[in-house]
């Protein structure tokens, strides 16, 4: 079987799911149902049992085979963001943890340094550390050296929807790499979802194109399937670009002598 492995946790689904921006709690859990995955992640400021209406926790650990992996959104700080991730262990007790450091709330790029430092202390306290990064080979490879589960860099800017615009970069993370390469943010449809797939991601994580989607449990079943489709064109092997036409079958056999 064609899994996603992340630390000693197996996955089917290579799709997973951010809960941010659903109009509702159930149009989210319906979404999270249809896409099939079975990680999800969600922000620390959502696991609140006290207060319902702002507590993601309960009903996606109601869900059956989900795995939460909370993230440190809102951190600015490498110290913020292990601080979080403490918390969010306690609280979810997921070993998973997404560390996003985003001190900028105009272009809310994540921190490359705050980033490496945070992710260095949480893979030494045993948590399965998932960062959110620039698409930067150097800093990748840094990462899975620190110890890191995998490594998610951007395709874009979060909720631009414009895609793989660090495409090269990607192809470069992704030929360097012994862990698992997640696309995160950027994508808009599930074409791009699919490209990904087929240049050798692990996995993609989508959010916004789902949550502001017409129809948000379709747009995740879409999702899924090109997931599904780019990482089945990858394995097959697809074929090499070439600068000229490339005949598939002779063109001028029929012309020579009759045998």
């Given at each position: 079987m064609d899994s996603l492995h992340l630390g000693s946790y197996t996955f089917s689904s290579r799709l997973i799911l951010g809960t941010g921006k659903f109009s509702s709690s159930s149009v989210m859990l319906e979404a999270i149902k249809a896409s099939g995955t079975g990680l999800v992640t969600?922000?620390?400021?959502?696991?609140?049992?006290?207060?319902?209406?702002?507590?993601?926790?309960?009903?996606?650990?109601?869900?059956?085979?989900?795995?939460?992996?909370?993230?440190?959104?809102?951190?600015?700080?490498?110290?913020?963001?292990?601080?979080?991730a403490r918390i969010s262990r306690e609280l979810s007790g997921s070993p998973f943890i997404k560390v996003e450091i985003h001190p900028n709330p105009q272009h809310l790029m994540p921190d490359p340094i705050e980033t490496y430092?945070?992710?260095k202390i949480l893979a030494k306290e045993g948590f399965l550390v998932m960062p959110y990064i620039p698409a930067d080979p150097v800093l990748a490879k840094r990462l899975e050296e620190a110890g890191c589960a995998s490594v998610m860099p951007?395709?874009?800017?979060?909720?631009?929807?414009?895609?793989?615009?660090?495409?090269e970069m990607l192809r470069i993370i992704i030929r360097e790499s012994n862990i698992p390469v997640i696309v995160d943010a950027g994508l808009r449809s599930p074409s791009e979802a699919a490209?990904?797939?087929?240049?050798?991601?692990?996995?993609?994580?989508?959010?916004?194109?789902?949550?502001?989607?017409?129809?948000?449990?379709?747009?995740?079943?879409?999702?899924?399937?090109?997931?599904?489709?780019?990482?089945?064109?990858?394995?097959?092997?697809?074929?090499?670009?070439?600068?000229?036409?490339?005949?598939?079958?002779?063109?001028?056999?029929f012309l020579g002598p009759a045998s």
């Open positions: 969600v922000a620390l400021r959502r696991f609140n049992r006290e207060q319902p209406e702002d507590d993601l926790f309960t009903p996606l650990s109601a869900i059956p085979g989900i795995t939460l992996m909370p993230n440190t959104s809102g951190a600015s700080t490498a110290a913020e963001a292990v601080q979080a430092e945070a992710s951007l395709g874009s800017a979060i909720g631009s929807g414009q895609g793989l615009a660090t495409a490209l990904a797939m087929e240049m050798g991601c692990g996995a993609v994580l989508v959010n916004s194109a789902v949550a502001v989607a017409g129809d948000p449990p379709a747009m995740a079943e879409a999702f899924a399937e090109a997931v599904a489709a780019g990482r089945k064109a990858f394995r097959a092997g697809i074929m090499q670009k070439s600068g000229m036409a490339v005949a598939t079958s002779p063109l001028t056999a």
